[in-house]
């Protein structure tokens, strides 16, 4: 039998995933940096979170492809409460936002096609694109005193198969928030290659910290191969760690409402939003030139899956209206733990002078990247690390360099997280010889 070249991926267990699954299987302790599922870490639900999708209403089928009024109403509300002005027929809803995506490279894509993705940068988009038989190129996303766009690097990156550029604001997982500045220079790529701008803003409600008096930061030509790895000095001011950082008025809410005069999809969901990845409820916006010939593509394909379910649309009013709940469970604990590592780093600099470990700016989301000494690839960090019990990313898995990277959730339960902090920085302490 014959199968589709575009599913011929690699699904063999990977190294990795072999240790981490045979040290489960043998009953052992894992402190798991790399939570990211809000319902298994311990946050708390209201009771009556369910009892929307037992209401009546549900079983009444009205099948509108771009989702039932009432909840794209509820969408509307959730964009005001961010300062963004948008309506009903903006938008359709879709089971989560990797269906967004694929309905998005339908309308904007053919086959061969490519869209344009900065990185590091979620690595999912890879495996959607190959389902729709369209290509995923990257362009940098670099670390100068905080993440930024490299302009000209995303321009060069342009070919003349490139339909979309994707960016999530902020980006998971360096938490980089998208600047004005930036903005205005990605839309001035675009409307110069004929290119559509989607989007995602998963995170959005999930903003942290900007350094103190920030400003925009302009492009640069270094990229991440570029950023060495040093310890952390006894002569550098203190409150590297564990200050407090003051949002910048560059950073930007919802593109949503921002007139860049191309055409921009933005999509989010209530996985991140309500803390609900399970429910299967998100939303695609289009906005600018072009957008009501979009939406009309956009129709036939929602209306050849019809994928949403009535109940789920019936209760999303109500869960996004009552968000305020979860959200601030959730970033109490990031901030938490956001401070827990650099309580611990701030430690070790008081103690011992210099710090293996650096961990760079995040503005939002919930993970922190940490960059060490590049002197042996990454997978051979981590799996020494989960022989120590603690388990975290390596930042090849985001598109970053082979070594010299790690990435660690936040959302993690207090407790694990600040003992995977502990048996991380251990590790790094204990064989600071051969790192230096």
């Known amino acids: 039998m ?25 009953g052992l302790p894992i402190a798991d940096l790399t939570a990211s599922n809000p319902t298994r870490c311990g946050f708390a639900y209201p009771e009556e979170l369910l009892e929307p999708l037992t209401d009546p209403a549900a079983l009444e089928y009205e099948p509108d492809p771009r989702g039932s009024h009432a ?83 995303l321009r060069r990156s342009v070919t003349p198969e490139t339909r979309a550029v994707i960016v999530v604001h902020p980006n998971n997982p360096t938490g980089h928030f998208m600047k004005l500045e930036e903005a205005l220079g990605l839309a001035e790529v675009c409307r110069e290659f004929g290119l559509a701008l989607i989007v995602d803003e998963v995170f959005l409600d999930y903003g942290l910290e900007f350094p103190s008096g920030a400003k925009a930061p302009s492009s640069s030509d270094d990229s991440m191969a570029r950023l060495k790895p040093r310890p952390f000095k006894a002569d550098e001011p203190e409150e590297r760690y564990g200050r407090s950082l003051h949002s910048s008025s560059d ?17 989010s969901g209530i996985s991140k939003i309500c803390g609900l990845p399970q429910m299967k409820v998100a939303w695609l916006v289009a906005t600018g030139p072009g957008s009501e010939e979009a939406l009309e593509r956009l129709d036939v394909v929602a209306d050849t899956y019809l994928s949403m379910n009535a109940p789920v649309q019936q209760a999303l009013p109500g869960w996004l209206a009552g968000r305020a709940g979860i959200e601030g469970q959730i970033r109490e604990r990031v901030r938490g733990n956001l401070a827990e590592l650099d309580q611990q780093l701030a430690r070790l600099l008081a103690e011992r002078g210099d710090v293996l470990v650096n961990r760079l700016i995040v503005e939002g989301g919930w993970y922190a990247v940490l960059r060490i000494p590049a002197i042996q690839p990454d997978e051979m960090t981590v799996r020494e690390l989960l022989a120590e019990g603690v388990w975290v990313h390596p930042g090849y898995f985001f598109g970053m360099g082979r070594s010299g990277w790690l990435v660690v959730s936040l959302l993690a339960k207090a407790e694990d997280f600040s003992t995977g902090v502990v048996k991380l920085l251990a590790y790094m302490q204990r064989n600071q010889e051969s790192y230096l």
């Open 71 to 153: 909840a794209r109403e509820a969408v509307c509300a959730y964009y005001a409460s961010h300062g963004a002005k948008v309506l009903p027929q903006q938008m359709l809803l879709t089971t989560s936002t990797s269906e967004a995506y694929g309905y998005l490279f339908k309308v904007l894509c053919d086959p061969g096609d490519a869209v344009l993705v900065p990185q590091p940068s979620y690595p999912l988009f890879e495996f959607l694109a190959d389902g729709e038989v369209v290509r995923v190129d990257f362009a940098p996303l670099v670390y100068d005193h905080g993440w930024q766009l490299d302009l000209e690097g």
């Open 2 to 26: 014959r199968f589709s070249r575009r599913t011929e991926w690699d699904t063999e267990e990977s190294e990795l995933a072999r240790a981490y699954r045979q040290r489960r299987e043998a």
């Open 251 to 267: 950073a930007m809410g919802s593109f949503i409402g921002l007139d860049l005069g191309i055409l921009v999809f933005v999509v």
